[in-house]
């Protein structure tokens, strides 16, 4: 029987998480299968090549391209400073000399005598790969990077703004349902991963960042709070790169929403643990999550086991989020499944399912408006 895509939200207690820690090209790598490192610690290092500056040494000198080989004061591959001659020409018998004086600190890498152009290459970019999470090297793979494993809660989010990092959970509001606003943010929220209610403000987002909140991890938030925050519309490309100190992730959607009950009180019983997240989002081919990660200490993960993280699709009882209107947000579990194509209101033909609410009410729902929650 053919399968209706079914998009799937991760919402455990207890898993293995695993995480491919790459670079972005060949370098170093600087841990062994079977250590043990911590989110900070460096996994491989690489230098990207640094920036190419271009420079029209014929039209600073004024001379043809042909003569500019002859007018170099260096060679390629050699270092230059940034205001040093790379090259010069001299005229009325030497009285009189113009410059060409390189605009960065690298090496020069070509000269053409055709264009009259010397490009200049910046000092190699040093990029290094953390950890992310706390856990163990499980897989090496030379020159790229690593695999690192551990044993945790795992909560993944509809949408995120910034990028990875770590602190301490916080629980901020007294429900899923209270909105986190600025005045529930103070000095002590310094360093800590911020868990909130139905919706989180633009001014609970700049307190965050002005006490130095390592993260935010709420239900909701206003598109238009976050254009105000961000300067700028969120695009279709991926997210994470923001430049912010404080990262945000969204478990519900747009709007204020509740958090659902289950994942606030899975994040409350952490309270005080240390939680790495990541506000990575792409919700096109190659779809990213951000997500929060919360290690177990070393006594928890034994009794977690190998258990695992496998999808076992939709069935009769699994819990779902509604993402369509009319029930957008709404959670709640599966009471049937109809597996013929069913015509809709629109005259299209779809697979579909009943819905049972928590207030009892049920709902006849197409397959593709609805997301699974994965346990």
Same mark, same amino acid.
């Given at each position: 029987?053919?399968?209706?895509?079914?998009?799937?939200?991760?919402?455990?207690?207890?898993?293995?998480?695993?995480?491919?820690?790459?670079?972005?090209?060949?370098?170093?790598?600087?841990?062994?299968?079977?250590?043990?490192?911590?989110?900070?610690?460096?996994?491989?290092?690489?230098?990207?090549?640094?920036?190419?500056?271009?420079?029209?040494?014929?039209?600073?000198?004024?001379?043809?391209?042909?003569?500019?080989?002859?007018?170099?004061?260096?060679?390629?591959?050699?270092?230059?400073?940034?205001?040093?001659?790379?090259?010069?020409?001299? #005229?009325?018998?030497?009285?009189?000399?113009?410059?060409?004086?390189?605009?960065?600190?690298?090496?020069?890498?070509? $000269? #053409?005598?055709?264009?009259?152009?010397?490009?200049?290459?910046?000092?190699?970019?040093?990029?290094?790969?953390?950890?992310?999470?706390?856990?163990?090297?499980?897989?090496?793979?030379?020159?790229?990077? +690593?695999? +690192?494993?551990?044993?945790?809660?795992?909560?993944?989010?509809?949408?995120?703004?910034?990028?990875?990092?770590?602190?301490?959970?916080?629980?901020?509001?007294?429900?899923?349902?209270?909105?986190?606003?600025?005045?529930? !943010?103070?000095?002590?929220?310094?360093?800590?991963?911020?868990?909130?209610?139905?919706?989180?403000?633009?001014?609970?987002?700049?307190?965050?960042?002005? $006490?130095?909140?390592?993260?935010?991890? $709420?239900?909701?938030?206003?598109?238009?709070?976050?254009?105000?925050?961000?300067?700028?519309?969120?695009?279709?490309?991926?997210?994470?790169?923001?430049?912010?100190?404080?990262?945000?992730?969204?478990?519900?959607?747009?709007?204020?929403?509740?958090?659902?009950?289950?994942?606030?009180?899975?994040?409350?019983?952490?309270?005080?643990?240390?939680?790495?997240?990541?506000?990575?989002?792409?919700?096109?081919?190659?779809?990213?999550?951000?997500?929060?990660?919360?290690?177990?200490?070393?006594?928890?993960?034994?009794?977690?086991?190998?258990?695992?993280?496998?999808?076992?699709?939709?069935?009769?009882?699994?819990?779902?989020?509604?993402?369509?209107?009319?029930?957008?947000?709404?959670?709640?579990?599966?009471?049937?499944?109809?597996?013929?194509?069913?015509?809709?209101?629109?005259?299209?033909?779809?697979?579909?399912?009943? $819905?049972?609410?928590?207030?009892?009410?049920?709902?006849?729902?197409?397959?593709?408006?609805?997301?699974? !929650?994965?346990?």
């Amino acid at each position: 029987m053919a399968h209706a895509y079914t998009p799937g939200l991760k919402v455990t207690e207890r898993m293995t998480i695993s995480k491919r820690r790459i670079l972005p090209l060949k370098g170093k790598v600087v841990v062994k299968v079977g250590d043990k490192v911590a989110p900070d610690d460096v996994v491989a290092r690489t230098d990207l090549p640094g920036n190419v500056e271009p420079m029209n040494v014929a039209n600073i000198l004024g001379v043809p391209p042909e003569d500019v080989s002859d007018c170099m004061m260096k060679k390629e591959g050699d270092s230059v400073k940034q205001g040093e001659a790379i090259a010069q020409t001299k #005229s009325f018998f030497g009285l009189f000399k113009s410059e060409a004086k390189s605009k960065i600190d690298g090496t020069v890498e070509n $000269v #053409s005598s055709v264009t009259g152009q010397v490009l200049l290459r910046g000092h190699p970019i040093p990029v290094e790969v953390k950890a992310y999470i706390d856990g163990k090297i499980t897989e090496v793979f030379p020159d790229e990077g +690593v695999r +690192v494993e551990t044993s945790g809660s795992f909560v993944q989010g509809i949408f995120g703004i910034g990028g990875e990092t770590h602190g301490e959970i916080r629980i901020v509001t007294p429900d899923c349902k209270t909105p986190l606003t600025d005045t529930l !943010i103070d000095n002590s929220c310094e360093g800590k991963i911020l868990v909130g209610g139905s919706i989180v403000t633009a001014d609970a987002i700049r307190k965050a960042m002005a $006490v130095k909140a390592k993260g935010i991890v $709420v239900g909701g938030l206003d598109d238009k709070d976050l254009r105000e925050f961000l300067g700028t519309d969120i695009g279709v490309a991926i997210t994470g790169s923001e430049d912010i100190n404080v990262t945000v992730v969204v478990t519900e959607g747009f709007g204020q929403i509740n958090m659902a009950d289950r994942t606030f009180e899975l994040l409350k019983s952490k309270e005080g643990k240390m939680a790495c997240i990541n506000g990575a989002t792409q919700i096109r081919a190659g779809v990213i999550r951000p997500e929060v990660v919360i290690p177990s200490s070393a006594s928890e993960s034994k009794q977690v086991g190998a258990e695992s993280s496998m999808s076992h699709g939709l069935a009769v009882g699994s819990p779902v989020r509604v993402i369509r209107q009319p029930y957008f947000g709404k959670l709640g579990k599966v009471a049937e499944l109809q597996p013929e194509l069913q015509k809709l209101e629109s005259e299209s033909k779809a697979r579909i399912l009943t $819905v049972e609410f928590a207030d009892g009410v049920k709902a006849i729902i197409p397959r593709a408006n609805v997301e699974l !929650i994965e346990q």
